[in-house]
């Protein structure tokens, strides 16, 4: 475990700072001077301008500008080299000692951040056993909770990457079709049973053609995010038999604003759980693929306080985004740069660490009770949901900023 | 119904031609003498160069160039005024009687089509009655084959956008997880159970940001491809539940590589067949908006002769594209040009109308015999399988052009 680099910035030596120079985490902003979008590295409360930077060849990864775009792909498509050379030029740029450069600095304070790449497709995975024996006991009963091939298959399905925003986007409630067990019909209204789901994201930084090997799609992996797969579980509930989860998903999938690099993470490896029946050799994993990362949900009403719900860890995973990726290729799936892995929701063993209001509530037979003392089965109009996530070294910490969002009121529905 | 427009092309005039002048679909092709793929217009076996033409200002659709791209999103994205424009046009320029302008033609014999345009997500859906119920039979019973929601949700699932391609293009057969009934653990190996799927893609060609009518989808349908989804039913079957096909399905999905544009097929407009159960109004159709497409499908052993498998119709949709769209729409999801959505297998009622091995074999059970004389359950290595598909007007025909693909031996598994 390394210790924490000093930079001349100073807010990035501060303990509680989610951005130290051991960071480096990537994202898109824009100023409200109305300059377009372009590419920053987080630093303490601040960013490090990559597109002015770049503009005063300060930093070169490549013979063309790939920082004054609102989007990390270019930089991703150029491949290891240009990542490894990237971190180790700001490194070397931003560390206490160097020549200061404070005419590079942005406050985050003053700038919006935006989507930090272009999602190409996005696939979500459930890869959390506490969590898909908690659904499958709620939905199918204890005796049948875990799938047949749940233990066997990196289970995913294929989301709308056309439904992925960035932090701070509001969320409009989805109507759909709902039907409960005694209803003889459908209807078409708002879903009353509308919830999160606490993820990891992946995003693939380089493309392949062809099956590859688990060593070979952690390479391909360039960075992290945190991940809210909204969902409702109302729609799901009538849609999803036989083909798998459709609208229930396709409202907003939301991440946070900083990519944070497996490089950054690379301290924080950890092995997959202990398997209790062997993995097919293609999904065996050579070394540590997993990480370390501290996770918690909150619950803020409008207006209101926010009760933290839940807190929970990355290494509740079964299946790592590497053996996620590999299986995902297994068919002969070609792989862009920009493709999203949601790790599926995050749950451990003990109810206060579940990764969803629906095992929080138990399907809303236990409502939660709020700090305020309001109780919640599911989300209500009006209130925020975070995730926060930080992989915790010696005295500093690999933080992911929030991943937050605020579910409106659904649209009217008119017949 | 209208008459055969004449062209000065005088293929388009002969009886049996796909691309008729009341035809003129969209396609990208390159020569080759090395030249960059660009747009062009079927006319006949020629291929009218929208490339050049534009380049002359012969064709001007938008202020900028369009046409000099490998793919028809940006014309698409111009929306439907340019549509309407762009076909009258071609329309008058390649009339009989018009100025012969032979120096823009070239010939499909020698091009190579590549994909029509970018295809931005792909969703398949489930729309065929017969399909869901013969599969569902061989899954679950005949009792209890047609889900509870089929009658009134337009199931779909997502696909996956980077598995699609051109018509032409090799299909390895995939590598999977195979378990069988009785075998204690999944192996990993090729698929036993290869199969095409025989449906209609319609192409997105403009943006939508939030629920949307069917009379809206209507109008934001740019045209339709033939689209042969494969399907590894082995691979499937172990991996399906609960979150749906995943790996079965992102081999390859082929699309035929001319866009018939839905202006073509406007004389061919129907009704969906009588509803079972009333649809939730959000489904309701304010038009005929179905189409009288009819279908074929051949298979050609390697170096052999073709069979023809099957003959049915597009009519036998249960949905429509329209309603297939709305429904993407209903949660909010936002659609993008180039958004491509499959039918689902489209199946008569007759044993000779199956879209599908699975079904033609009945799941292997009634292994079909080729005119000569080998037999199939499911595909064999070297096997090229091809959809063709035209609407008939009087004394001329929409053609989509063929939708083939040959499959390959899998890959060496290694361990």
Redesign the interface.
Known sequence: MTDLIRSWVESANAPGTDFPLNNLPYGVFAADDGTMPRCGVAIGDRIFDLCAAEGDGLVTPAGHPVFDVPYWNDFMDLGHEAWAELRARLTGLLSEGAEPRPEYLVNQADVRMHMPFRV??YTDF?ASKNHAFNV?SM?RGSENAL?P?WL??P?????????VVVSGTPV?R????L?GPDDD????GPSRRFDIELEMGAIVGQPSD??ITVAEAFDNIFGYVLLNDWS?RD?QA???????????K???TTISPWIVTAAALEPFRIPTPARE?PL???LAEPAPMLYDITLEVGLTPEGGQETVLSRTNVRELYYSAAQQLA??T???????VG?LLGSGTISGADPDARGSLLEMSWGGKAPITLDTGESRSFIEDGDTLTLRGAALGKGYRIGFGACSGQVRPA?P?T?
Chains 1, 2 share one sequence.
Not at 185 to 188: D, G, K, L, M, S
Not at 330 to 336: E, K, N, Q, T
Request: aromatic fraction near 12%; glycine fraction near 12%; proline fraction near 13%.
């Open positions: 190409s497709e459930y499958g939905f799938p091939n066997h298959i289970i995913g399905y294929n989301g709308r990457a056309s439904s409009v989805p109507n759909g079709q039907k019909a459908p209807r078409f062809g099956p409702a729609i009538w849609e999803y038999q036989p083909l798998g989860p459709f609208q229930a396709a409202t907003a029946v097919l050799p293609y299986h995902h297994s068919s002969g799936c070609p792989m862009r493709d649209r529905v017949d």
